[in-house]
């Protein structure tokens, strides 16, 4: 069992009432929130332009990024696409990578109905591939031993073997998903919902990048989703016992995929945003939908019911 930690830093590193369809209006406005702009084709070309560090544009790195680049940045090859800035050594992995990567992008920008960037800066993604490389550098962190990859803020850390050689490509969905959810939501965002969005993701844009679709049930931890949800958004963290952490990833995307396709996906953003300026769970669902519950355990039933 490969078990993945996600968005290390995003983790660790409004008051309730009932919200009017005008103040729902504001908030998306704020956060750049509209109709969306359409995911690109599978098809897609995405230009990877490979240059040397010296003139890599956006050249700032958070502390992980640090001791991933070394003291020697020729020692990786780097490349730029339109929103990301590559590290790696084999250039198949990268063009893999950066078409991937700039398909998630506008798949999750068209999902989150997001119509305005509020980052400015590129996403560094850095691409390991030999696995006591990548267990060198996991060491130098603080990222759990079992981490497979992970996330920081707007930084990829990625193992791009899985342990069969396969390119793994679910995990680079799942990570990716991280840093751009960072792009539209810049704050520190609660674990579960963090990793139930990003959970949500990998199955739902990928199945779409590879041209299957995607639908309510898309997603890749098959898992038991029973985390009672009063229990799950109470978390601060990851569960204790590693023997949960799967449980915890499928009940936080169950979460997730209950509240954005059996809900209004317009409000999903607006939903995270009160919750992001400090609101618990229970008092922004019951001030985002107050047209749909009136108890939070209106809620609870629903989610149950939608058996999803």
Request: include cysteine.
């Amino acid at each position: 069992m490969i078990l993945r930690l996600a968005s290390l830093g995003l983790a660790a590193c409004v008051a309730a009432g009932v919200v009017s369809a005008q103040t729902i209006e504001e908030i998306r406005q704020r956060m750049g929130v509209g109709g969306g702009a359409g995911a690109a084709g599978r098809g897609t070309d995405t230009p990877l332009v490979e240059v040397p560090w010296e003139k890599i544009g956006d050249k700032k790195l958070f502390k992980d990024g640090e001791i991933a680049m070394g003291k020697d940045p020729n020692a990786w090859r780097h490349a730029e696409t339109p929103h990301f800035v590559l590290h790696y050594h084999k250039i198949i992995d990268a063009r893999k990578v950066a078409r991937q990567a700039e398909f998630y992008y506008q798949q999750i920008k068209s999902d989150l109905q997001v119509t305005e960037d509020r980052y400015d800066r590129k996403n560094h993604i850095f691409i390991f591939e030999k696995a006591e490389e990548w267990k060198d550098f996991r060491a130098q962190t603080d990222a759990e031993e079992w981490a497979a990859s992970f996330a920081c803020r707007s930084e990829v850390f990625f193992q791009s073997r899985e342990r069969d050689g396969d390119f793994a490509a679910n995990t680079l969905a799942h990570e990716i998903t991280h840093t751009i959810f960072y792009r539209f939501v810049p704050h520190r965002v609660p674990t579960w919902l963090n990793e139930g969005f990003a959970e949500f993701e990998s199955g739902n844009a990928y199945a779409k990048f590879k041209g299957i679709g995607g639908g309510a049930h898309a997603n890749v931890r098959h898992s038991a989703a029973s985390f009672p949800i009063k229990t799950l958004v109470a978390m601060k963290g990851y569960p204790e016992d590693k023997k949960d952490v799967n449980e915890f990833y499928a009940s936080s995307a169950r979460l997730v995929r209950f509240l954005i396709n059996k809900l209004d996906r317009k409000r999903f953003l607006p939903l995270v945003q009160k919750i992001v300026e400090g609101a618990k769970f229970e008092e922004a669902v019951l001030a985002v939908y107050p047209d749909k519950f009136k108890t939070f355990a209106d809620f609870e039933r629903a989610h149950e019911k939608a058996g999803i």
